[in-house]
C-alpha cells in the first residue's frame, strides 16, 4: 500500500495551487449611456445579430455574405484560433503521462572481459513512461493559461467579423451617399449653364454688364470643381468594398446600392444600457488576456516549489533473439526525479515579478477598452442624436426649397416673374437636394456606426 500513497502524493500536491486573488474586470451595468430615456428611443431586449439587415437591402446583404466568406482578414483569423486551441492541447498534454516505444531490437556486442568470457550480444526491447504531475498548481495554471488565450483568439475573431460587416455597411452607404452627391450636383451644374446661357443672351442684346456673367461662369466652374473629389470618394470606396468581400477592384463592379433604397431601421436608440458593452469582442479580448496573465502568474509561482518528474522503464532483454519476450527477460525500472530550486541567481522570482507587471499591465489595457467602449458608444449615440434633428431640418430646407421653385415657375408662367428668378429658386431647391443627401448619408453611417459598435 505504500507505493499506492506515493503514487497519490504527486496528485494531491498537484492541486496545492497557491490561492491567486481573482482580477476585477466587471464593468457597470447599472447604468444609461448618455441621451434622453423615452419608450421610444431606449432598446431593453438584445440587439439584432445581424444588424445590417435592417437597412432592408438585399445588395448589402450580399456584399456582407460574400466578405463573410472570402475575406482573408477572417481566414486569418480562424487560423490564429486553430493555433492557439492546438497550443492549449500541447500544453495541457504535457502534464499527461507520456508513453515511448522502441519497436525495433537493439544489438549490443561486448568484448571479453577480465574472466576471459567470448563477446556476446544482448537483445533489448524496451518503452518509457514518463508523468509529471504539475506540482503546486503548475498543470491547473497551464491549462488555465491556455484556455484564455484561446478565448482571447475567439473574440478576436468575433471582433474581426463584427469590424468587417462594419467596414462593410460603412463603405457601401459612403459609396451610395457618395454617387447622390454627385448626380445632385450634375443636376445643379445643369441648372447653372443654364443661367450663364441665359444670361450671355441677355449681355448679348446688352441688358445686362459683363461683370454678371463673368460670376456666374465662375460659378459654374466652382460647382464643377467639386465634383472630381466626390467621383474620387465613390471609386475609392467602391475598391473598398472589393477588397473587403476578397475580390481585386477590377473584377468588382458597382455595388447597385443606392442612398434611397436603404431603409431607415424602425427604432434607433438614443440611449442604451451599458451591460450592452459587457460582451463586446474586443472587451472579451482584454478579459482573456487578463485571465492569461493571471494564469501565467501562477504557473510562475508554482515553479518557485519543488518539481517532479516519475520515469518508469520496462521491457525485455535477452542474449538470444527466441528468449526475448520470456518472462525472466522482462526489465523495469521506476525513478522519481525531484527538482527542487534552491539558489537560481533571482531567476525564478524575477520571472514571477515579470508575470505580476504583465498582469498589472493587462488590467490597465482592460480598464483602456473599457474607456473606448463607452466612449464610442457615447459618440455613435450622440452622433445618432445630432443627425436626427439634422436630417429633420435638411428635410424641412429642401421642402421649403422646392416650394419656392415650384411657385416661382408658376408665377413665371403667367408673367409674374423673369426667368432669372426661377433659375435661381431652382439652384436653391437643388442645393438643399445636396443638403438632404449629404445629411441622409451621414445619418444611416452613424446609424450603421452605432449598431457596429453595440454589436456582440
Sequence with gaps: MCWRALLALPAALAGCAPALPTPNTTVRTDGYLPGPLTAATLIDGPLPA????????????GLVAAGLDANPTLGQAE?????????AAANNGAYLPQISLNPNDTRESYPTGPNQTPAFTVYSLAGTISYDPGLFGARHYTYLN??????YQRAELDAARQALVGNIVAAAIGEAAAREQIATTEQIVGDEQSLLKLLNGEYTMGAIPQLNVLQQQS??????????????QADQLRDRLAILTGRLPADFAASGITLGGLGVPAVIPVALPSAYLAN??????????????????????????PDLTLTATGGYAAETFGALFNTS????????????????????????DQAQAQLQGALLAYRGAVLNAFGEAADALQAVRNDRVALARAEAAAQTANAAYQLGAAQFRFGATDYTTVLNAEEVAARQALNLAQARGNMLLDIARLRSVMAV
Design 50 to 61: 445581424a444588424w445590417w439587415r435592417d437597412f432592408q437591402s438585399p445588395a448589402l446583404d
Design 79 to 87: 487560423a490564429n484560433l486553430a493555433a492557439a486551441q492546438a497550443q
Design 146 to 151: 491556455g484556455a484564455a488565450l484561446a478565448d
Design 219 to 232: 460659378q459654374v466652374l466652382a460647382t464643377e470643381a467639386t465634383l472630381p473629389p466626390l467621383q474620387t
Design 280 to 305: 463586446r469582442p474586443d472587451l472579451r479580448a482584454a478579459r482573456a488576456q487578463v485571465a492569461a496573465q493571471n494564469a501565467a502568474l501562477g504557473i510562475a509561482v508554482a515553479h518557485l516549489y
Design 329 to 352: 527477460s522482462a526489465l523495469w525500472t521506476l525513478a522519481g526525479n525531484l527538482l527542487a530550486p534552491l539558489y537560481d541567481g533571482g531567476i525564478l522570482r524575477a520571472r514571477r
